[in-house]
């Protein structure tokens, strides 16, 4: 039975990230698992980096009416993630365009001393399970496989039609939604992107791999580590590679000005050749999280990215402000409670920090 109130799990104090169970994919050539419009449902946490990246990506690909979205309240508790009880919520449940409602974009530290984790405000905390009106994630886990045994995690990408788990793993997630499996029934108001285009493929694999281990899951090693010396070496890990996004963006920075002069310049600011790629949805994540959850609740700070990285927190400010997927993914209203009130380890009193303020400085 897995601890869920230990996060560290290994001898020394370093926190290991289990591996996803369910692996597979979505293609015409598949046995089960075809193509279809409404035949897919995502299963996600808006404070959840991981899910976040398979939202940002099935708004970029025009995938909003292809692919449902159901939304666990944003506090985890003992047992996991939740949904919002079915009874509550039936009645006000308001959808957006992205599935979900929420207050995205909201950049104002909103006070959160009259919230409390049992709150129940349908499509603000989270929405129920639309499929089953189930309390949990975990009964999804058990639906798909009744001798499931690992963590329940989010995203889910569930198959309406078998009633089963197609994947469980957001990096591939994304791969299936890029791969254009759904580009027949994707928005045509939506300006078909690929965000792995061949000839950079390698280049993306190449930064993913170290963003991965050293900045997406190298703040968790900093924010679970139960020992100092493990902290000590995963946060000054974690500045370190965060210095290596700022100098390539640095570089990046100067030839857009070169090229399209300053006022234009940083709308060109990405991590791969003036392109959105995997890579910078990969990256956003993480970085849109770090001055008001990583800094203080992972223990990141030794800066902040807006004090100390002044071409990464550019290319933050570009892509929340002058792009809807990014920008209507973002609820810092999630991202902030969940950290702050599920870690009790961490934080044992869940007090949640009001700044910074403004969340993210405007462009
Ligand atoms: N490898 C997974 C990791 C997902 C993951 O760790 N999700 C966390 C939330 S940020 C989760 O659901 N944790 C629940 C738990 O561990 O009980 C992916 O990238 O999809």
Same mark, same amino acid.
């Given at each position: 039975?897995?601890?869920?109130?230990?996060?560290?799990?290994?001898?020394?104090?370093?926190?290991?990230?289990?591996?996803?169970?369910?692996?597979?994919?979505?293609?015409?050539?598949?046995?089960?698992?075809?193509?279809?419009?409404?035949?897919?449902?995502?299963?996600?946490?808006?404070?959840?980096?991981?899910?976040?990246?398979?939202?940002?990506?099935?708004?970029?690909?025009?995938?909003?009416?292809?692919?449902?979205?159901?939304?666990?309240?944003?506090?985890?508790?003992?047992?996991?993630?939740?949904?919002?009880?079915?009874?509550?919520?039936?009645?006000?449940?308001?959808?957006?365009?992205?599935?979900?409602?929420?207050?995205?974009?909201?950049?104002?530290?909103?006070?959160?001393?009259?919230?409390?984790?049992?709150?129940?405000?349908?499509?603000?905390?989270?929405?129920?399970?639309?499929?089953?009106?189930?309390?949990?994630?975990?009964?999804?886990?058990?639906?798909?496989?009744?001798?499931?045994?690992?963590?329940?995690?989010?995203?889910?990408?569930?198959?309406?039609?078998?009633?089963?788990?197609?994947?469980?793993?957001?990096?591939?997630?994304?791969?299936?939604?890029?791969?254009?499996?759904?580009?027949?029934?994707?928005?045509?108001?939506?300006?078909?992107?690929?965000?792995?285009?061949?000839?950079?493929?390698?280049?993306?694999?190449?930064?993913?791999?170290?963003?991965?281990?050293?900045?997406?899951?190298?703040?968790?090693?900093?924010?679970?580590?139960?020992?100092?010396?493990?902290?000590?070496?995963?946060? =000054?890990? %974690?500045?370190?590679?965060?210095?290596? @996004?700022?100098?390539? *963006? #640095?570089?990046? $920075?100067?030839?857009?000005?070169?090229?399209?002069?300053?006022?234009?310049?940083?709308?060109?600011?990405?991590?791969?050749?003036?392109?959105?790629?995997?890579?910078?949805?990969?990256?956003?994540?993480?970085?849109?999280?770090?001055?008001?959850?990583?800094?203080?609740?992972?223990?990141?700070?030794? =800066?902040? %990215?807006?004090?100390?990285?002044?071409? @990464?927190?550019?290319? *933050? #400010?570009?892509? $929340?402000?002058?792009?809807?997927?990014?920008?209507?993914?973002?609820?810092?209203?999630?991202?902030?409670?969940?950290?702050?009130?599920?870690?009790?380890?961490?934080?044992?009193?869940?007090?949640?920090?009001?700044?910074?303020?403004?969340?993210?400085?405007?462009?």
């Amino acid at each position: 039975m897995t601890d869920r109130t230990k996060w560290a799990n290994s001898e020394d104090g370093s926190f290991k990230r289990q591996a996803s169970t369910f692996r597979d994919t979505i293609s015409p050539s598949h046995s089960v698992f075809k193509p279809a419009k409404g035949r897919y449902w995502l299963y996600v946490s808006l404070a959840c980096p991981w899910a976040h990246r398979t939202l940002i990506t099935r708004a970029l690909k025009g995938l909003t009416s292809v692919i449902g979205v159901s939304v666990v309240h944003w506090h985890m508790d003992t047992q996991g993630w939740r949904f919002l009880p079915y009874e509550e919520s039936t009645k006000g449940e308001y959808k957006s365009p992205y599935g979900f409602s929420g207050v995205p974009g909201e950049t104002h530290s909103n006070p959160t001393s009259g919230i409390r984790n049992d709150s129940v405000r349908p499509g603000v905390d989270g929405t129920i399970d639309h499929n089953y009106h189930y309390k949990r994630i975990s009964e999804l886990y058990y639906k798909a496989n009744p001798d499931y045994s690992a963590r329940f995690t989010v995203p889910v990408l569930w198959d309406l039609e078998t009633q089963t788990i197609v994947n469980n793993e957001s990096s591939e997630i994304i791969r299936i939604f890029n791969s254009g499996v759904f580009d027949e029934f994707a928005d045509p108001k939506v300006e078909p992107i690929d965000l792995l285009p061949s000839d950079l493929e390698s280049q993306i694999d190449e930064i993913n791999s170290w963003v991965y281990d050293n900045v997406n899951n190298g703040v968790y090693k900093s924010g679970f580590a139960e020992s100092q010396e493990v902290y000590e070496k995963q946060v =000054s890990n %974690v500045f370190e590679h965060v210095q290596k @996004l700022e100098n390539i *963006l #640095r570089v990046n $920075y100067e030839r857009a000005v070169d090229k399209y002069g300053e006022k234009d310049a940083a709308s060109k600011l990405f991590l791969l050749n003036e392109q959105l790629t995997e890579a910078d949805v990969r990256l956003y994540p993480t970085i849109v999280r770090f001055d008001p959850v990583y800094v203080q609740h992972f223990k990141c700070n030794l =800066s902040t %990215v807006r004090g100390g990285f002044k071409h @990464l927190d550019l290319w *933050l #400010r570009n892509l $929340y402000w002058n792009n809807d997927a990014f920008h209507e993914t973002t609820n810092f209203d999630h991202i902030k409670l969940h950290y702050t009130r599920s870690h009790p380890r961490v934080n044992p009193l869940g007090i949640t920090p009001l700044g910074p303020d403004p969340v993210i400085l405007p462009f």
